[in-house]
């Protein structure tokens, strides 16, 4: 558990200072990869690959995850993996067993870069010492040009003592920031003449939309088109959410009724029932706008394809719907049947989030916590009902400040990307706080991160709320009863987890503070207490209701009918 994994922010952590020195230096060398100044280590090397990816997102440059041999780099598989769903830039680097031992059953031997290809854009080992620079521009190139995605550079041991002369070296410079493309002039006009003939619009903002950094132009679209909208998970905060033009509270209807949809950098995935019936309509006209050209008329065969990147293309959008001055009219039947239900589904919530029994639901722990956050806090999610609900519950003002289990739908990034999100933001906002908020089984992944944390001194309030088990448990009282009809192996539920644990102990062993909280009062003070500590780590840990639940659904989580 101890084996040393290392991550290390990338080049854009310290872009001024890289820059600067690139332009000083006249030797053509590659500062802008060796000269990291700031290593994390974290307690595994799947924490520190979590870490890095989320670097990757948070700031558009590949975290750098630095892994040993063997079953290091095999923890940093799911990291890398995630990585590469979430088409987040990242760079693992893996020590490896030295080659001349190679086929011998060599310490920690594995065939490394043959795993990383499955969970890669490019795996590699470079053939020699001198190879290295060059490899490694091509690391940072492929991480970040096209899709973003993970990359792998293996690293024999017996690297570590060769020497070459530094003059056959080929030394590099980094590559040029990555192209941005505009889509076809005819398919933009296609689209906007498509947009302005619908009856029933919907913009759908992925978390494409927020790497590319297109908020300001998809902004100027929702407002100057009087166009709904709604955020997958992490498009949440490319437009605010207290938006008025944003639906995610009717998300089904919008979603079910919507004749015409543009998507801005999100996949007819699972997140979004792959775009088919029941939850769509099956003659809905879908606008596809992505950076991969492979992506576009996945599940759904496109009306429009517009490929390239999303900032650009909402800007060659813009200038076709001015020329075009369309504007979708807000007393449309539309507007005001998504409105009603807008209305339905937020006073359901609210009288969930009012409700003064205890222990407390879901909607009234998330009612609490939404009346004391920041505004501007980073707000990291997992778990089952405590991400789905959260949610739901808890808004984002700013883009890429939500960052979530995603599209594999991980368990255990929580903590590493907590961590990720506290270094960006100390090294650019440092007074940006950074809400971690967990399911008690989601925290259990990777708890002992809470050590990284303390260690280097960040900044994080980790909120976990407790309902004793996966999706539910059981109350003290009910597990003491249970144990009475034998061993706990033979008779507890596997979805429960120990019912009443002390995990704000967890944070108190390593010098942050812990909370143990029953009520509202007792979770506003502590959640007060622990935004107002600028310095120190702390952990709300919120006994629920262990039956609480996610209010009555229209659709099953996953739709399964009609496939
Ligand atoms: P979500 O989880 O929010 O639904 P996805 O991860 O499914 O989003 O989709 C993100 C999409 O965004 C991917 O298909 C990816 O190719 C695309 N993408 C990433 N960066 C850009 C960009 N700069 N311009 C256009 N598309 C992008």
């Known amino acids: 558990m101890h084996t040393g994994p290392f991550s290390c922010p990338p080049p854009s952590l310290h872009a001024n200072k890289t820059l600067r020195r690139r332009q000083d230096s006249n030797r053509g060398d590659w500062p802008w990869f060796k000269e990291q100044t700031c290593i994390l280590r974290t307690v595994i090397s799947r924490g520190a690959c979590y870490a890095a990816s989320a670097v990757g997102y948070l700031t558009g440059r590949p975290g750098v995850c630095l892994v040993v041999s063997g079953p290091g780099l095999i923890h940093a598989l799911g990291g890398m993996a995630n990585a590469n769903m979430n088409c987040w830039p990242l760079i693992v680097i893996g020590g490896s067993s030295d080659r001349n031992q190679e086929i011998m059953g060599a310490f920690q031997e594995f065939p490394q870069v043959e795993a990383c290809r499955l969970y890669s854009k490019f ?76 009856r029933q619009p919907l913009l759908i903002i992925g978390k494409g939309a927020a790497y590319s950094r297109a908020e300001n132009s998809i902004r100027k679209l929702v407002d100057q088109c009087g166009l709904p909208f709604l955020p997958t998970p992490m498009g949440k905060g490319v437009v605010p959410d207290n938006h008025p033009n944003c639906v995610a509270a009717a998300r089904s209807r919008a ?190 992944f990777s708890g002992m991160e809470v050590e990284t944390i303390c260690r280097y001194n960040l900044s994080v309030v980790i909120i976990v709320v407790n309902n004793n088990g996966i999706y539910s448990g059981l109350d003290a009282d009910t597990w003491k009863e249970m144990l009475k009809s034998g061993e706990p192996t033979a008779c507890a539920p596997p979805v429960c987890l120990l019912p009443n644990s002390h995990y704000e102990q967890i944070m108190s062993a390593f010098g942050g503070k812990g909370y143990f909280v029953k009520t509202p009062e007792e979770l506003q003070n502590a959640l007060k207490a622990s935004l107002a500590e600028k310095q120190v780590s702390s952990l709300i840990n919120i006994m629920i209701n262990p039956q609480s639940d996610r209010k009555q659904q229209d659709f099953h989580w996953l739709t399964r009918s009609n496939m």
């Open 123 to 198: 795996s590699v080992r470079p053939s020699s010492l001198e190879a290295i620079p060059a490899v490694i521009e091509k690391a940072v190139r492929c991480s970040t040009y096209g899709r973003p995605g993970a990359c792998y550079v293996d690293m024999p041991g017996d690297f570590v003592n060769l020497q070459v002369n530094k003059s056959s070296v080929k030394y590099v410079k980094c590559c040029l920031p990555p192209p941005v493309c505009t889509a076809e002039h005819s398919a933009v006009s296609v689209a906007a003449s498509i947009l302005a003939h619908s």
């Open 255 to 444: 979603l079910q009724h919507a004749d015409v949809i543009i998507l801005f950098g999100a996949r007819l995935n699972w997140i979004l029932h792959f775009g088919l019936p029941p939850r769509f309509r099956p003659d809905v006209k879908i606008i596809q706008v992505d950076i991969c050209a492979e992506e576009l008329g996945n599940n759904v065969r496109p009306a429009a394809n517009l490929l390239g990147d999303i900032n650009a293309v909402t800007e060659q959008l813009l200038e076709q719907l001015v020329l075009m001055e369309w504007k979708y009219p807000s007393y449309s039947e539309w507007w005001k049947g998504l409105r009603e239900k807008m209305k339905i589904n937020e006073e359901t919530s609210q009288a969930l989030a009012f409700k003064k029994s205890l222990p407390m639901n879901y909607y009234t722990v998330f009612h609490h916590v939404r009346e004391l956050l920041p505004r501007d806090c980073i707000l990291v999610s997992e778990g089952a009902n405590t991400m789905d609900i959260g949610r739901t519950m808890l808004p984002n003002y700013y883009p890429r400040h939500r960052l979530d289990a995603g599209t594999f739908g991980a368990m255990g990034v929580g903590l590493g990307f907590a961590i990720a999100a506290a270094m960006v933001a100390k090294d650019q906002t440092p007074k940006r706080r950074v809400v971690c908020i967990e399911g008690d089984s989601a925290f259990g």
